[in-house]
C-alpha cells in the first residue's frame, strides 16, 4: 500500500509507523508526505491501535528534506512551493493531533525535519549516539513549517540556542533542549521505547485521547493562523538571493559565498 513508509500493528494494538528509505537516510519527500498524512488518518480511525511508535528503517532517523524535492522546488514559482510547504505542515500537524499516545524511538540521527518529527511525539527517546541538527539555515533557508513544533517542544529560550546556527549537536544536548526525553545505549532502546509503551496499554482509550487533546488545547496556539504564517515565511526566504545561493552551493559541492566555516 505504501512505498516509503511501513506500519506493522502487534496483537496489542501497538502499532510500529517507521520511515522507510534507509538508502536515503529517510530524507522526506513528497510521496512520503501523503504516505505519513494517509497513515496518520488511518491510524487514527483504527480503534484496534493503541499505541503509534515512530521511528526509521537504517542509520538514521531523519536527515529532513529529500534532496530531489529540494532541487524541485528550486524552479518552481512562489506559490507552488508554497503548496508544497503545505504538506510537510498538513503531515506534521496530522501527526501531531493523533488521538494515540505517539513514542518516539530515534534510532540514528535527526537534521532539520527530522528534529521537526522528533518533535512532534509524545515522548521522544533517542540512542546516545544519535547528531541532531536545524540546518536549514546552511541552505539559506528557515526552519519554518516545523518550527511551532520545535518551539512548543523546546521553548523559546532553549529553541534559540540551536534555531537559527545550523549547530550539529549530541544527544545529552538533546534532552536538555527538551527533544528527546531521554537517551540510552543502542542495545537498550527497544526496552526503553516498550517502558513508555505499555503503562498505555492499561489506560482507557478514550480517556487518553481527550486528555491528549486538553494538553494540546492548553499548550501554545498552532492553529490555522499559525501554520499560514510559517509557510508564509519560508515562501519569502525561497524567494531571497541567499536560497539560490546557498542551495546552488550545496548541489554545486561547493561553500556558499558567505562561509568562513
Request: charged share 20%; glycine share 10%; proline share 3%.
Amino acid at each position: 500500500m505504501f512505498e516509503t513508509i511501513t506500519i506493522a500493528t502487534d496483537t496489542r494494538g501497538v502499532a510500529t509507523l517507521t520511515l522507510d528509505r534507509p538508502d536515503k537516510h529517510n530524507a522526506m519527500s513528497a510521496q512520503m508526505l501523503s504516505e505519513l498524512t494517509e497513515a496518520a488518518a488511518m491510524l487514527a480511525s483504527n480503534s484496534a491501535v493503541r499505541v503509534v511508535v515512530l521511528t526509521g528503517a537504517g542509520k538514521s532517523f531523519c536527515a529532513g528534506g529529500d534532496l530531489g524535492w529540494m532541487r524541485a522546488q528550486m524552479a518552481m514559482d512562489a506559490t507552488t512551493r508554497s503548496a508544497e510547504a503545505r504538506k510537510l505542515a498538513t503531515m506534521l500537524g496530522a501527526l501531531n493531533a493523533l488521538p494515540k499516545p505517539l513514542i518516539g524511538r530515534v534510532q540514528g540521527n535527526a537534521f532539520g525535519g527530522g528534529v521537526g518529527m522528533a518533535c512532534i511525539c509524545d515522548v521522544t527517546i533517542g540512542v546516545a549516539t544519535a547528531k541532531f541538527g536545524l540546518t536549514e539555515t546552511r541552505l539559506g533557508l528557515i526552519p519554518a513549517t516545523i518550527g511551532p513544533y520545535v518551539l512548543a517542544r523546546m521553548g523559546e529560550g532553549r529553541a534559540r540556542r540551536v534555531f537559527m546556527s545550523a549547530r550539529i549537536f549530541d544527544a545529552v544536548e538533546a534532552v536538555d533542549l527538551g527533544i528527546l526525553s531521554r537517551s540510552v545505549a543502542a542495545e537498550e532502546l527497544a526496552q526503553a521505547v516498550e517502558r513508555e509503551v505499555v503503562p498505555y496499554l492499561a489506560c482507557a482509550p478514550g480517556a487518553v485521547a481527550a486528555a491528549k487533546k486538553l494538553a494540546r488545547d492548553l499548550g501554545p496556539r498552532i492553529d490555522e493562523g499559525i501554520v499560514d504564517h510559517t509557510i508564509a515565511a519560508l515562501a519569502a526566504q525561497w524567494e531571497s538571493d541567499e536560497a539560490a545561493e546557498g542551495i546552488g552551493a550545496f548541489f554545486d559541492k561547493r561553500k556558499p559565498e558567505w562561509s568562513q566555516g
